[in-house]
């Protein structure tokens, strides 16, 4: 008997490469007013949007913009002020391995913020933190199964009498007998990137007379994905944009107020989808418009959220492979192994949680008198897996703004608090996340210290990577002399029953306990 080989073609990804660094980004601002006024920083956030990344030898490019947001005062220094300015960037990530033709897929996060004024001039400073897999798309010939047919016969008949076939004579000292095979199931996944598009949403909101807010300083936002609809060509994402208004008090030294809006968004994508696959979009929110118009009565907020949605997808497919074969008679098979590191799955997750930071002032801090208002910018520096809940660990970066006690010129501090939180979330090892700020708020403790109290979002992405070793090809060799007859062996330690069959030339189910972990066996 002759051994045949089934082979396959196989498509799949395989992970080449992680990274992880920081990136400081800076930016600068014209001030209104004269140049001469009294500048006073008070506080600074940012948020980072990527708009195109791509592979190169030995490196990636990733461009984006960082849009930052700042309360100051000038001039009058009991009056806050805003501000917003945009700063575009290219980074060049060193990326060994790599070469143009893999996909890069990169996160990036806001780690800390600072700015400064002088000469009319705004320096603005945002620490990214980004966090880069590549992967390449291969195509290998692996071996799916083996099987036994009958040779073609090595002798030629003689005129008159039968043929070697006929007469069972094909048979030599190079023929396989009684193949033994195991198989193995394994998930391959390949990301496509389905395409992007933006929406613009519009809202008003009746704001109560109670909260006596002024005009609006600044807004912010945050987007989420809450479902898919469509079909026949297209896909409707569905989601939700948060919205953080700050507004100016209507009382001098009163608190700064800030009010939480929720607006729904609707986009449909022309995309086709593979049969069972499940897409997977991120929305975030590229820029926030937000003004009030005051009545006799009522105060009305006016909220424009430009979203994007990216769109993708995680092919997945089943494959079948040979994992080990062997024979019982004949030539000895030797199967001929290749590993690889392989993209067996996507999961993406975005949850939030909150938690409580106590902040203690500087010694040559004032005295709180009343809280004004508080910015957070959370950083992850470690996550672990805890069943169905992500164990989260990192630095939150706090800005406090209040009065001091007997003065109306607001002040602030900053300072970097250590912070532990646990997150609904069921995740595995090799989980890649990155938090940011949903909302906050604080409240004076003592004349030192206040509490701040925030809530947290949380987006996880894990890449399935499995260690994969299939068969390229099987060699024959010679068989080695064995006894014939009852064999009885003791197991080595963690050897499993497939493995001691396939030493011994026997049947795995042949195999047969004889006491004391021995196991017995007839070797023909």
Not at 37 to 55: I, M, P, R
Not at 200 to 213: A, G, N, Q
Request: proline letters at 5%; aromatic letters at 4%; hydrophobic letters at 40%.
């Amino acid at each position: 008997m002759e051994l045949k080989l089934a082979r396959e073609t196989l498509r799949f990804e395989r992970l080449v490469a992680t990274d992880e660094e920081q990136v400081a980004i800076e930016g600068e601002a014209t001030l209104p007013g004269s140049m001469r006024d009294a500048v006073t920083v008070l506080s600074v956030q940012a948020q980072a949007h990527l708009e195109n990344v791509q592979a190169g030898m030995g490196e990636g490019t990733v461009r984006g913009r960082v849009c930052f947001q700042v309360l100051y005062t000038q001039g009058d220094l009991t009056r806050v002020r805003a501000l917003e300015t945009t700063c575009d960037f290219e980074h060049r990530l060193s990326l060994e391995n790599v070469t143009p033709s893999m996909r890069l897929s990169v996160g990036a996060s806001v780690q800390e913020t600072e700015g400064s004024a002088a000469s009319g001039r705004m320096t603005l400073r945002a620490l990214l933190g980004i966090q880069t897999e590549a992967f390449e798309t291969v195509e290998t010939e692996l071996i799916t199964g083996a099987s036994l047919v009958r040779a073609e016969p090595a002798a030629v008949g003689i005129p008159g009498m039968l043929g070697a076939e006929e007469s069972g004579a094909f048979e030599t000292e190079e023929s396989i007998g009684g193949l033994q095979t195991r198989t193995q199931t394994v998930t391959f996944c390949c990301h496509e990137d389905l395409g992007e598009d933006k929406t613009l949403v519009r809202e008003e909101f009746d704001l109560p007379s109670k909260l006596e807010v002024g005009d609006v300083l600044s807004a912010t936002g945050t987007a989420a994905v809450n479902d898919f609809t469509g079909g026949a060509g297209r896909v409707g994402v569905l989601g939700t944009i948060e919205v953080r208004v700050l507004h100016r008090p209507q009382e001098a030294g009163n608190p700064l107020v800030v009010t939480t809006h929720e607006l729904p968004f609707e986009l449909s994508m022309e995309a086709e989808l593979p049969d069972g696959a499940q897409p997977q979009a991120v929305a975030e929110v590229m820029d926030v418009m937000a003004d009030s118009v005051s009545t006799d009565k009522r105060r009305t907020l006016r909220v424009e959220a430009e979203v994007r949605v990216r769109l993708s997808v995680c092919k997945q497919r089943d494959a079948v492979l040979l994992e080990d074969l062997y024979s019982l008679t004949g030539l000895e098979l030797e199967p001929v192994r290749e590993s690889f590191d392989v993209h067996t799955f996507e999961e993406a997750a975005d949850v939030r949680e909150s938690t409580r930071v106590q902040v203690s002032l500087p010694k040559d801090a004032p005295p709180i008198d009343t809280v004004l208002a508080t910015f957070v910018q959370p950083t992850v520096t470690g996550v672990s897996p805890s069943g169905r809940r992500l164990d989260a660990e990192g630095v939150m970066g706090v800005t406090l703004m209040y009065l001091p006690v007997d003065s109306d010129i607001p002040y602030a501090v900053r300072s970097r608090e250590p912070f532990t939180m646990t997150f609904p979330v069921e995740a595995a090892e090799g989980v890649i996340a990155q938090a940011y700020a949903i909302e906050s708020s604080a409240g004076p403790t003592t004349s030192d210290r206040a509490e701040v109290r925030c809530v947290i979002g949380l987006r996880t992405m894990h890449h399935g990577i499995r260690r994969l070793t299939g068969i390229t090809d099987v060699e024959k060799r010679p068989p080695a002399r064995q006894e014939h007859g009852f064999v009885l062996v003791w197991p080595a330690s963690g050897e499993t029953r497939w493995q001691t069959a396939r030493r011994l030339r026997v049947a795995e189910e042949s195999l047969r306990p004889a006491g004391k972990g021995a196991l017995l066996a007839f070797r023909k």
